[in-house]
Structures are given as C-alpha cells and as structure tokens.
C-alpha cells in the first residue's frame, strides 16, 4: 500500500506569509496528488487535484507542485480564513490514503 | 446543486448494529464512486473506502475490510456505511464524499458528516 508522509505536522505562520507543505509518497503515484482543507465543525474542502490543478472556485494563493513521490502546497500570501488542518491524499491506487495532516496556525 | 447529505448523528451501544446513509442529489448518481472517510476525534482523515453505484464494485482500506460494509442503492442515490457490532473504538465522525474521474478522483463534493458515538 502507498503510504503519504506530510512535513511539518504543524506549522504557525502570521497573515501575509509565504507557507509550503510538503507531502511524499512511498512510491511514484505520477500526479494523482489531491491537497483538502479542513476546519472544525466542517466538511473537507478540495483545493487542488491532479498535484497542480485548482479547483473551481478555490483562491489563486493556493498551487500544488510536484509528481512522482514529492509534491507541494503553497500559500503565497496567508489570510485569516487559510488558518485550517491541511491534508494530501493519493488517489493512484487504492487502497487511497491520506497523509497525517498539518495544522496551519496562527503566530 | 450538487450535494451529498448524511442522515444525522447515532449514538449507540457497544455490540450494537448501525446504518448510516448519504444521498446525493443534483447529479446522476450512478456516474460517480462514493467514498467513506473517518475521522476519530482529534485525528486526522483515514480513507475507509469506495463503491461504484452503478455496479456497487467496492474497494476497501485494508484496515476497514471485515470491519464496515459499503452497499449503495441507485434506485434511491443512496450509499451506506454499515457496522454489525459497534465498538468504542467505532467513535468518530463519518464523512461520504464524491469522487470526480475528470479531476484524478480528487474528492470535490463532501457530505456535511455524521457523528456516531458508541458508549454503554
């Protein structure tokens, strides 16, 4: 099974940054990458698919990189609203797997 | 609108059985997989697995398989999530979501979850 490893776990940040979350996988999953933003009491959210894809309606400040095993998430100028739980997730094969998540806080 | 939503929150005892479902609308229902996710308080997502409504061909996380049964009902836009005998450790919030071919099976639509609590 492919497994997903996100760097950091947590990360604080103050609005205006510039954040990258990195996320791996144990083998090549080619760009089948997808990057979801969860907050408390809600649903996930997805942000970018296919590694670097933005989804309909998502902000231009989110782009996701990377194919093969590396990939990123970056956050090109920080708002209060992007304070949230950050997760990848490979859908290449299954059994899908997310990665353990990172918490975006603020500083 | 397209849209997924789960029946509501379950609280149930440990041994006990459970049926949770997730209706989509907006859509044709049999055109998408619909994935389970967990999450366990204070933890993070886990993919549980997925069924094609169209065939109900599922595909499992090995952690989940023998654990949880995923059906679906195309005559209703209907999936289910189904434990034959809750445990504790069951606790969580469930979330169904639903896939999209033309966006590398990435997850765009989400049910709003069902929370279930097993405790004697």
């Known amino acids: 099974d492919i497994q997903m490893t996100q760097s950091p776990s947590s990360l604080s940040a103050s609005m205006g940054d510039r954040v990258t979350i990195t996320c791996r996988a144990s083998q090549t999953i080619r760009n089948y990458l997808n990057w979801y933003q969860h907050k408390p009491g809600k649903a996930p959210k997805l942000l970018i698919y296919?590694?670097?894809n933005l989804q309909s309606g998502v902000p231009s400040r989110f782009s996701g990189g990377g194919s093969g095993t590396d990939f990123t998430l970056t956050i090109s100028s920080l708002q209060a609203e992007d304070f949230a739980t950050y997760y990848c997730q490979q859908s290449y094969m299954t059994p899908w797997a997310f990665g353990q998540g990172t918490k975006l806080e603020i500083k | 609108e397209v849209q997924l939503v789960q029946s509501g929150a379950e609280v149930k005892k440990p041994g006990e059985s459970l049926r949770i479902s997730c209706t989509g609308s907006?859509?044709?229902?049999?055109?998408?997989?619909i994935n389970w996710v967990r999450q366990m308080p204070g933890k993070g997502l886990e993919w549980m697995g997925r069924i094609d409504p169209s065939d109900s061909y599922t595909a499992y996380s090995p952690s989940f398989k023998g654990q949880v049964t995923i059906s679906a009902d195309k005559s209703t836009s209907t999936a289910y999530l189904q434990w034959s005998s809750l445990k504790a450790s069951d606790t969580a919030m469930y979330y169904c979501?639903?896939?999209?071919?033309?966006?590398?099976?990435?997850?765009?639509?989400w049910g709003q979850g069902t929370t279930v609590t097993v405790s004697s």
């Open positions: 907006g859509y044709t229902f049999t055109s998408n997989w």
């Open positions: 296919g590694a670097s």
């Open positions: 979501a639903r896939d999209d071919r033309s966006s590398l099976y990435g997850m765009g639509v």
